[in-house]
């Protein structure tokens, strides 16, 4: 008897769109759901008690990070990534391969594995998809990710075939090593911005898709429309009967029209990135607090949010803080943006219920400035 699976409660009848709860071994979640970045073990300034009062549901960590510093042996010792951070709920791992990818001049490829340079110490290190399986079964996550190969943006059809057909050979060794019951692993549909290899990555990963896949290497540097395309062309191929997670997206714009074409689950690291530079989420769009206009100005960041942020504090307070180099003031904004995409969330889980998203979507894009 498997400790995950995944329940379908309503499929949106306008969009396709679905609401479903994924049963982990630490708790239920309710799809569609949007997913905080936690990369070395903490979403950058925040308490996980503060996390939780977003609204949060589940978190992502990374492998590589966590890997490079404190070292997975550390965290197997706390008694797993849960405990050493203190987090209760699920936790995601990423396996790493997107951050060894970004890290074109340091890192080799080959069919074994990949050979590269810490970023951190310039040390030479040595993972293959076997070792990934065992540094994430030592983290200890909930849902983990098969070792992957991104291609970039603007690579040849042969390059990105290369890295499709790697992607696939290395899945299967992380299958074959892969045995712990409480942990999922997501295949990753890869195939760059070729619909014929999409479809290829597709065909020979869902075999090994048991509740729950992914779709890696978009949003890495293309037009958002382009992202749309191909969405558009894989969703209706994807399985249905399992979470389908749509990897390092999650702009307001991006979360409804992902949600819309059938993804459930939605990740991103930039609500806390614009965070940190003074920047918010509103209904309208984003506002760059840091600038003068807003000096005087004793709104909350956006007047509809109900986060922390907004209820205590105004957007001259939050100017004055970013301006003065003050921690506060990216914690704040950090608060408000991840509720801000809870709340965006919840409002497209109200949508799909009443079998109106493609309306919700289209009323709420026409008023919201990208």
């Known amino acids: 008897m498997s400790n995950f699976s995944y329940e379908i409660k309503h499929i949106c009848k306008q969009s396709g769109a679905r609401i479903g709860v994924f049963h982990t071994p630490h708790g239920d979640i309710e799809t569609p759901v949007f997913m905080p970045v936690g990369t070395q073990a903490t979403v950058k300034g925040l308490t996980p008690e503060m996390v939780k009062a977003t609204g949060a549901q589940i978190i992502l960590s990374n492998t590589y990070h966590l890997f490079l510093r404190p070292g997975e042996e550390i965290v197997k010792k706390a008694g797993g990534l849960h405990k050493f951070m203190n987090w209760d709920k699920p936790i995601l791992t990423d396996s790493g391969g997107f951050q060894v990818f970004s890290l074109s001049d340091l890192r080799k490829i080959s069919d074994e594995g990949v050979m590269f340079r810490s970023h951190l110490s310039g040390e030479k290190l040595f993972i293959t998809p076997e070792r990934d399986m065992q540094i994430q079964n030592d983290l200890g996550a909930d849902i983990i990710m098969a070792f992957d190969e991104c291609s970039k943006y603007g690579a040849t059809e042969r390059e990105a075939r290369k890295a499709k057909d790697r992607t696939t050979a290395w899945l299967k060794r992380c299958y074959a090593v892969q045995k712990n019951e409480n942990q999922m692993l997501f295949p990753i549909v890869q ?18 898709a048991r509740c729950g896949i992914a779709v890696g290497g978009l949003s890495v540097g293309e037009p958002k429309e382009l992202m749309y395309e191909m969405l558009d062309d894989l969703m209706p191929l994807m399985p249905k009967n399992m979470p389908r997670y749509l990897m390092g997206v999650g702009s307001p714009d991006c979360l409804i029209e992902g949600f819309a074409r059938g993804i459930d689950m939605m990740d991103c690291v930039l609500p806390t990135r614009i965070a940190r530079n003074g920047t918010a989420f509103t209904k309208n769009g984003k506002i760059v607090v840091r600038n003068a206009i807003y000096k005087d100005d004793f709104r909350p960041i956006d007047e509809d949010c109900d986060c922390y942020c907004c209820k205590h504090y105004t957007r001259a307070y939050v100017r004055h803080l970013i301006n003065a180099g003050e921690i506060l003031g990216g914690q704040l904004l950090s ?24 309306d919700f979507r289209d009323e709420y894009l026409k008023n919201f400035k990208i």
């Open 335 to 358: 608060i408000h943006n991840i509720q801000f995409l809870n709340n965006l969330t919840k409002q497209v889980k109200q949508a799909i219920w009443e079998d109106r998203l493609l």
């Open 191 to 208: 195939g760059n911005f070729y619909k014929n290899l999409r479809h290829e990555s597709l065909e020979e990963v869902a075999p090994y």
